[in-house]
């Protein structure tokens, strides 16, 4: 029997806001010291008085828009309550019966061709605090405490996991383009469940629904969802049944363990947060919102395909991230837009090497698009050969250097001087006389041996077409 | 309505609450003369009334993405029963 997969994700975003969701504490938690930002709205003291983040609830209506949302007139905040020590309250203000947004998708590219996902709702909540864990206690830090937190929801319409990590890069992407979240899984800014049941094929009887927890990374997402594939396949085959439960990813063992699920965590008891009143959203302002959104990654792609003649997938690429996509426009408009294919190759090759070596993304680079240009036009005027281009390229990406100070530097400039290099080709053909009679008895790898000769004497400086156009006339010069 | 010894009981577990056999059998009572009295409030006619979820007749309260100074740490972990490395400390966190 074959089943389908059926996946359904639940992403936390925290805004890029400068003060929390209620209070105006710095909402900058990730680098401060333990409780410096803490006040007593988000220490949770009695008798204090919410008020809503208005930054916050404009980032939620850009995201909702951007995923293609309804956005209601009326929204309100309710109080989920649970008993966690990370929740001082008792309770999280979150959003029930009445979301910011619903009904919504995005599009996904799966397998070459395009698939729309819904997204059910986008809401905003408050972040919880932070614990670490001690043997025998945890420590409680509340500087995360009233964090803004964008929970978007998609429909179980995901059929495998590499749906649902293009589901993730995807929202990712647009959320990064709108500027309203950082989206760093490893630092926590942004969290994903993952709900996973199987189906016998052509059924619409779904099995258990499990509930996937501590996916800390995109490749986290992806393998525990593939183990789950696995799992509930072998357990359904074998006649069981699947219960539903909530599992974690237990990354150093590659498989998800059953976590013990806390006890009553369904009963929230919802009801209306008393202290904040309701929100009308004034469709002007919507529409406000709605004129300043940013191109989206789907838009840009299919223009940078028709303006730059890209590929589908050099497109995809380079629109993954706004500032990568940015960097290679302002390249293009500094060089021509008949350049677009050599920038970037550029940018996806040896630039991307070196960005995943050291780990950053390409705001973070040395490197600006004026200084990658300055490099290419040196290539285009023949200073550069491609091998000393790549050499200086590095040198520039670690030093942040100039590509013109670097050629001066190291004597990288390429040697074009037809006289400078007869006399290297017939240096390197006298003390090779060995591949000199092998040429003329026909051995034409014997003719890239000689070449090297010449880059190797010139460290790598000579202009190759040119070293081997004197070559092959010296070397029928001398067998006259 | 007549609440049942293990809707107390489950009420009890997620208010935190441990109760003992003569609470529960009291609170019992209690609670389901409570909710009777509140029953009385089903004998209106709200068919045309809207759901109200707030009592006072505010909207839009906002504040701008404004950053104020925080209390400092001590004050923070003032009330704190029980702390270490500047964190408020609790009992274990199981997961
Ligand atoms: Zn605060």
Partial sequence: MTYETVIGLEVHAQLLTRSKMFCSCNADYASAPPNTHVCPVCLGMPGVLPVINKKAVEYTIMTALALNCTIPEYTKFDRKNYSYPDLVKGYQISQYDYPISEHGWLTIDSNGAKKKINITRVHLEEDVAKSQHREGYSLIDMNRSGVPLMETVSEPEMRSPEEARDYLVKLRSILRYLGVSNGNMEEGSFRCDANISLRPSGSTELGGKVELKNLNSFKAVYQALQYEVKRQTAVLEEGGTIAQETRGWADDKGITVTQRSKEYANDYRYFPEPDLPPLFLDRAWIKEIHDGLPELPEARKERFMTQYCLSLSDASILTSSRTMADYFEDSVRLMGPDRAKLISNWIQGDFSRLLNAVGIEIESAKISPEELVEMLTLVDKGTLNGPAAKVVFEEMFHTGKKASAIVEEKKLSQISDAAEIKKEVQQAMSGNPRAVSDYRSGKESALAFLTGQVMRATRGRANPSLVREILIEELRNSQE | ?95
């Fill in chain 2, 1 to 95: 309505m007549k609440l049942s010894h293990q809707q107390v009981e489950h009420i009890a577990r997620l208010a935190r609450l441990g109760l003992s056999a003569e609470e529960r059998d009291k609170f019992s009572l209690q609670l389901s003369d409570i909710l009777k009295n509140f029953e009385v409030l089903n004998e209106l006619n709200t068919a045309d009334v809207m759901p109200a979820t707030h009592s006072i007749p505010l909207q839009n309260v906002f504040r701008e993405d404004e950053e104020a100074s925080s209390y400092s740490q001590d004050e923070v972990l003032a009330n704190a029963p029980r702390k270490e490395e500047n964190c408020f400390k609790v009992k274990a966190i199981l997961e």
